[in-house]
């Protein structure tokens, strides 16, 4: 058996956009927030920043394998450009988790309010 993990995507890779060809097959385990707040940018692509705390940010959990995690690094250049951190997720249902979540180092673009990419003009999230 494969050894899979968590990961919690809030841009491009959530379902419906367009990077989420990376991970369509590996299985959502649903939406959900972040539970400690962080802040959301959208500029060229969305950009989450760990230092600062203004909303929690919302997302989906996919479980991935392996392989499928690599092809992830790679797209978000980790760890040259995000670096990817374990943090606590609490799904819609109330259950809560641990993910890996792709974190920028600094703010770019204009901040998110909501704390959820679907609500970006062009996003593409379903």
Do not use: K
């Amino acid at each position: 058996m494969a050894c899979e993990e968590n990961v919690f995507v809030y841009g491009t890779l959530r379902r419906g956009a367009s990077n989420h060809e990376l991970i369509r097959r590996s299985p959502c385990s649903g939406l959900g927030r972040t539970v400690e707040p962080y802040a959301l940018y959208v500029g060229r692509y969305p950009y989450a920043v760990r230092r600062e705390r203004t909303i929690r940010i919302r997302g989906e959990v996919y479980r991935v394998d392996v392989e499928t995690m690599a092809r992830l690094d790679e797209l978000e250049q980790h760890p040259e450009v995000y670096r990817r951190e374990r943090v606590d997720i609490e799904l819609d249902g109330g259950e809560i988790l641990q993910a890996w979540l792709y974190f920028y180092p600094a703010p770019e673009g204009e901040p998110l309010p909501s704390g959820d990419y679907a609500d970006w003009p062009g996003a593409g999230v379903i």
